[in-house]
């Protein structure tokens, strides 16, 4: 059974700070990870992804991965209320239509 | 133009009832998927169609029936609806080899 960990939080950060949320899995055959953004009542909006170790940017969001320690992280620089969200990291196989397995989400508070 | 679509937003019905839900994608992707989102916002896959043959038929009563009469459509009829099928039902979709997944609306599922 493929398994995603995050915390569910609230993580609170003020506003301006970096956001760090944290995503592990449990299936090393994983190749492929991604980021969603969650509004309260909302769709999943797709943030980033990563298939290879290290850092990939994006304007003001840079997604993690290390492979060897199962781990996924999504930094969120100068945070603004409008990134106070629900937060999903997602593993896929790396192709294939096997669908993605999702964390639990973590809630994400940007305090002004 | 919406890239995922979904029908109806908001679904209110009584114990064994039987109701649709419809899909559609306009992105030219060859892969869709329902997903379910219960109370606890746990987002789980359900059933995967690449090229409209089905893939992923995760452990789902079989009173959830998919249908996919082409590569942008995809429906999903559930009978016999019980009080634990209240959930948010997103359709999504994506190019198999990439994964990338791009969700509808969601479907807002009350069954009393």
């Known amino acids: 059974q493929k398994e995603v960990e995050q915390n569910s939080g609230p993580l609170s950060v003020p506003e301006g700070a970096i956001a760090s949320l944290n995503c592990t899995y449990s299936?090393?055959?994983?190749?492929?990870f991604f980021w969603y953004r969650q509004y309260s009542g909302k769709s999943p909006e797709l943030i980033m992804f990563?298939?290879?170790?290290g850092d990939k940017e994006d304007g003001r969001f840079t997604a993690q991965l290390n492979k060897a320690s199962q781990y996924v992280s999504l930094l969120i620089r100068d945070s603004q209320p409008s990134d106070s969200a629900t937060y999903l990291c997602?593993?896929?196989?790396?192709?294939?239509?096997?669908?993605?397995?999702f964390g639990k989400g973590t809630h994400l508070i940007i305090q002004p | 133009d919406t890239a995922v679509s979904q029908t109806p937003k908001y679904l209110v019905t009584q114990m064994g009832n039987d109701k649709s839900i419809k899909c559609e994608q306009n992105l030219g992707h060859d892969t869709m998927y329902w997903y379910k989102q219960d109370s606890k916002k746990f987002l789980k896959i359900m059933f995967s169609y690449n090229n409209k043959e089905l893939i992923i038929n995760e452990t789902v009563p079989n009173r959830f029936s998919p249908k996919s009469p082409d590569k942008a459509h995809l429906n999903l009829h559930i009978n016999s609806l019980e009080l634990g099928d209240s959930a948010v039902y997103f359709c999504?979709?994506?190019?198999?080899?990439?994964?990338?997944?791009?969700f509808g609306p969601g479907t807002r599922l009350l069954v009393l």
């Open positions: 299936d090393r055959g994983s190749q492929s």
């Open positions: 997602a593993v896929g196989s790396g192709g294939g239509a096997d669908g993605l397995t």
């Open positions: 990563i298939y290879s170790n």
């Open positions: 999504a979709s994506s190019q198999v080899a990439t994964e990338t997944q791009y």
